[in-house]
């Protein structure tokens, strides 16, 4: 498939020799989130990646999806993947926002502190024998252990990694999360297996993108600035959705949702980011795991189904991926315009103008 602006498509398929996948596999635990805004706590939420992820692939993913997750005796959620119960009480955040605005919403950076962690997941905590067409690695406390992914890779074709879960540092004192070199953790030398790594605007200095888009395709979400996506031969800026933010925990958890939610439909790349940075903007607007209505789900649906390549999502050995929008970019893009306006009226997606504003760059530009 060609992109809309004529340039050359970048293709690679990746996969294991041997393997017949199935379904998806999601890694990481579930926590509980307390908010506070000024010193003051204003709310304790349901958090951890998975919560937010599993929002977003349960409504739209037609691939059987196992969730892994450890929990304490403490948890106080309903969650429809049931977790493994530890002996260790359930992983708790604190995450400290300034005074809100007089005009109100999200103002100002979080300070986030682990208070508590639950017991990591081990490879045997992970299927025997099962074969996945993905993995998500999705941890937040530190509870993937290199062992673990290292294991994941093993099982599934495509393996997503989000960084913040093999890059974050705890202050031993306080719990204050801070973030470290990849290259200095027990996660670097997996690089070469990995197909995809996500990482934040503020997460990105620490991963050296140019020597880690030599191995493996990464995308950084960039707020209201959409997201750049990465790899050996170029990158591209996806268009954002405007939204009025709220909080913005787990922004980056429902974009990964979306993201590979539209790679199981057969979207290329570009097109898939584009899911993902609606459902990241919508995420922003609600405190917590968001509440998405039915409408809006169908209409999503609907979008995925006339712009997806089922032949690529029957493939049934692994992901056909693709670096190149496709013909129908523009028209998914109105598509999600339109099915954000069946949501309770917290998005506001008008960043869709008359033209695009995509970029295609290649890496021997000046």
């Not at 996969?15 to 000024?38: A, E, I, M, S, W």
């Not at 200095?184 to 690089?191: I, Q």
Request: charged share 20%.
């Amino acid at each position: 498939m060609v992109s809309e602006d004529g340039l050359h498509e970048d293709r690679y398929h990746l996969h294991h020799q041997n393997k017949t996948p199935g379904g998806g596999l999601v890694v990481g635990n579930y926590c509980h989130d307390v908010l506070f805004r000024g010193g003051s706590p204003v709310s304790q939420t349901l958090g951890g990646a998975a919560s937010f992820v599993s929002n977003v692939l349960d409504a739209l993913s037609p691939s059987p999806l196992i969730y892994i997750a450890k929990v304490g005796d403490d948890f106080a959620y309903h969650v429809p993947h049931l977790p493994r119960v530890a002996s260790s009480p359930t992983t708790l955040f604190h995450a400290q926002f300034p005074p809100a605005p007089s005009h109100g919403g999200y103002h100002g950076d979080r300070i986030l502190r682990r208070v508590r962690a639950c017991d990591p997941i081990s490879p045997s905590d992970l299927p025997d024998e099962a074969r996945f067409e993905f993995g998500l690695a999705v941890g937040v406390a530190g509870e993937i252990l290199p062992e673990t992914l290292a294991r994941m890779l093993d099982l599934c074709s495509v393996v997503l990694v989000d960084v913040q879960g093999i890059i974050r540092s705890f202050d031993p004192i306080d719990g204050t999360v801070g973030l470290v070199p990849l290259r200095s953790t027990g996660f670097f030398h997996l690089l070469p297996r990995i197909g995809f790594l996500k990482a934040s605007a503020e997460e990105a200095p620490f991963v050296d993108i140019e020597e880690v888009r030599k191995w493996c395709c990464v995308i950084v979400t960039q707020g209201k600035d959409g997201c750049r996506i990465y790899w050996k031969d170029g990158e591209m800026d996806v268009s954002p959705f405007q939204a009025e933010e709220v909080d913005p925990t787990g922004a980056g958890d429902s974009f990964l949702g979306g993201f590979v939610a539209g790679l199981v439909w057969g979207l290329t790349i570009p097109d898939a980011a584009l899911l993902g940075n609606f459902f990241g903007s919508l995420t922003v607007t609600q405190v917590g795991v968001p509440k998405f209505n039915d409408r809006m789900l169908k209409h999503v649906k609907e979008e995925l189904r006339r712009v997806g390549q089922p032949d690529v999502r029957s493939s049934g050995s692994s992901f056909l991926l693709d670096f190149g929008k496709s013909d129908m970019h523009r028209i998914f893009q109105e598509g999600l315009v339109e099915a954000a306006k069946l949501t309770n009226g917290n998005c506001h997606t008008n960043s869709v103008t008359g033209k695009d504003d995509d970029k295609k760059l290649s890496n021997n530009k000046p």
